[in-house]
């Protein structure tokens, strides 16, 4: 029985081990406004502008580092004069997201920003990961991103960023990513789990029947 149990203990810590967060990009992007179509939303999730790329769902969340460019036609600003705005990413599928990488642009960037997440485009029933603030960049400088963790993993495919700036023309960013620890939409980690424990305890009773012959 102690090998069971031990086969058993193992076998979840693999489980745990393939829930280390990767990259995930999102497929769409759209915004309530834009400057113009050099600016649009899609600068957001395109990586044109990061100092090297990553590939979603393979490049390591947590190790993975770089910077976003100054250059204006590499990110995205709402219409002159905006400084509140909606956008709303599609990851095209349902993950469970545990941390959210944003890159504030450096010249007028945004103060603060909503995030809401939700299985459906309509946000029937969303949830609210938070309101953070995003760090004032130095203008002319290459950027970092902030790490937006301080929220319970949530399965997901819609996330809407209600952003906020007061500074230059309007608000503006340069490009948001998902740490994504589960793609639910093609691993059914439960049944997965589900199954295993069947198994095993199918296991242990064949272990105690054997037993029972021996005596």
């Known amino acids: 029985m102690k090998k069971i149990i031990g086969i058993f203990i193992l076998g979840l810590s693999m489980l745990g081990a393939a829930h280390a967060g990767t990259m995930q990009g999102a497929v769409s992007v759209e915004s309530n406004t834009e400057w113009s179509s050099t600016y ?5 999730i395109d990586q044109n502008g990061l100092s090297s790329s990553y590939t979603s769902g393979v490049t390591d969340f947590d190790s993975y580092v770089a ?8 990110e995205w600003f709402a219409a002159k004069g905006t400084f509140t705005d909606t956008l709303v990413f599609d990851l095209g599928g349902l993950f469970i997201v545990d941390k959210i990488a944003v ?29 953070f603030l995003l760090t004032d960049n130095i203008s002319g400088i290459n950027y970092l991103a902030d790490i ?10 819609f996330f809407k960023f209600d952003v906020v700036g007061s500074t230059g023309n309007s608000v503006a960013l340069g490009e948001v990513a998902f740490s994504t620890i589960e793609n639910v939409s093609q691993v059914p ?23 029972k012959l021996a005596a």
Request: aromatic share 10%; charged share 15%; glycine share 10%.
């Open 67 to 74: 910077t976003h460019s100054i250059g204006a036609s590499k």
């Open 189 to 211: 980690v439960p049944a997965a789990i589900w199954f295993m424990g069947s198994g095993l305890l199918g296991l242990a009773g064949f272990n105690r029947k054997a037993k």
């Open 148 to 157: 937006l963790g301080s929220f319970s993993p949530v399965l997901a495919q």
């Open 40 to 44: 649009s939303a899609t600068n957001l």
């Open 103 to 131: 890159w504030n642009e450096d010249a007028w960037g945004t103060d603060r920003v909503t995030i809401s997440a939700s299985k459906d485009a309509l946000f029937s029933n969303s949830t609210l990961l938070g309101i």
